[in-house]
Each structure stands twice: as C-alpha cells, then as structure tokens.
C-alpha cells in the first residue's frame, strides 16, 4: 500500500493562480481532510470529509474548495491564491466511526504564493 | 471551541536524560493522538489513548491519558538523537472522530 499520496511536494504559485493540490489514499478510508501547518500555529483543519459526496468546513476554509467525488481522491482547490496561503498542507485519512483509527498523513505539499 | 495546549513549546535535553510533554484539553477529550514530526516530513502516529487513565508504551515512550480525559503527557526515557523532533497531540472533540484538532507542537533537541 502507497498509503496516502500528496501531489505535488512543491509549489510556487503567483498571487491570484489558481491550483489543485492532490491527495489520494489506497486504504479505503471513508475519512479524509486537509490541514495547513504554519510555524507557530500547529496544524490547522481546512475540509474535511466522511464519504464521497459530503464534505464540511474545518476551522480555517475561506479560500479553498473542496470535493470527494470518490473514495480515493480529496483535491483541495485553491481559487485565487494569496501570500497568506503560503504554507505547508497535509492531507490525512483515517477509518471512519472507529474512535480507534489514527489518521495516516501524506507528505505534505509546501506552496508558496508569491 | 476546544483547544489543545502544549507545554514545553521546546525542549533540549542531553541524551540519556528523561523528558516528559504534555497536553492539555479545555474540554473532554474523545481520542487522544500523539505524532511525530521531523522537519520537512510528514507526521508519524505513535500512540493513541481513548480510556481515561490509560497508559501505552512503545520502546522508550510512554503516553498517559488523566482519568478526567482532558490531559495527556509523553514521557520519553533516556533519550537518545533519534526522539529529536517535533511533538504534536492531536483529539477527536465528538465522538465520532471527525474533525481532529492538534496542539502547535512541542520541538525536541537531543544533545549528545
């Protein structure tokens, strides 16, 4: 198992591009979310999602879409992106309704917006 | 909303030496999570606690939950270059385990 796959693991963007950050999982977990790590803030929740077709907010969404079409796959969309974006994101995924599932992170994604 | 805080936010101890982390909760905890992570890469879980008062070890690291659930340590002992790194608890605020939210991390430094 690949485990979960976050792509690309670099990224420069200019103010105001949009792109999609890629996440996979080959585990079959019904949960997966995206966080964004920032130093001095720890990790920080932007979606999240319980099975295809249903995804929620986590604490930091403004400026990012989501949408989990399939089991596998949760992209995170940024629309127009801003300096403030300039982060490192992690995808993660866990078993859902299992409190004792750990979640299992990608590698992460470092984007800078310029 | 919950937060999850971290005490020390850095560390440099002398390797052999022990260390303890700790977390702690503004509410009930429903999942307690402890991860590492080294600078660039991506989280490695090392244990996870549901049951008040429960204790895990692996190798030389140990997790305790308090029985009331809102606090979580990581003792490590005798330390060595490999435990260096950043800490972070992360908890599940309901009980379905959605939604984790994670402490900013205790940074490890082991001199030898």
């Known amino acids: 198992n690949a485990g979960v796959t976050q792509t690309p693991k670099f990224q420069v963007l200019k103010t105001g591009q949009s792109m999609t950050l890629q996440c996979a999982q080959d585990?079959?977990?019904?949960?997966m979310s995206w966080y964004r790590q920032d130093p001095g803030m720890g990790l920080r929740l932007i979606h999240y999602?319980?099975?295809?077709?249903?995804?929620d907010q986590g604490e930091v969404p403004n400026g990012y879409n989501v949408s989990r079409s399939t089991t596998e796959d949760f992209p995170l969309r940024l629309l127009s992106a801003a300096p403030s974006q300039t982060s490192v994101y992690f995808c993660?995924?866990?078993?859902?309704?299992?409190?004792?599932?750990?979640?299992?992170f990608g590698n992460g994604t470092r984007l800078t917006v310029t | 909303s919950q937060e999850l805080e971290q005490s020390p936010q850095s560390l440099i101890v002398q390797e052999g030496k022990n260390l303890t982390i700790n977390c702690t909760s503004s509410?009930?905890?429903?999942?307690l999570y402890w991860y590492k992570q080294k600078y660039g890469e991506g989280l490695i879980f090392l244990m996870m606690?549901?049951?008040?008062?429960e204790e895990k070890s692996h190798e030389k690291i140990t997790a305790k939950l308090d029985e009331k659930k809102q606090q979580s340590s990581l003792h490590i002992t005798a330390s060595q270059p490999s435990h260096a790194g950043i800490y972070l608890c992360g908890a599940a605020p309901n009980q379905a385990g959605t939604a984790l939210i994670f402490g900013k991390g205790t940074t490890l430094s082991v001199s030898s």
């Open positions: 585990m079959n977990h019904e949960y």
């Open positions: 509410k009930t905890l429903y999942g």
């Open positions: 999602s319980v099975g295809a077709g249903i995804t």
């Open positions: 993660a995924s866990a078993r859902q309704g299992r409190t004792n599932s750990p979640l299992h």
């Open positions: 606690l549901q049951k008040g008062g």
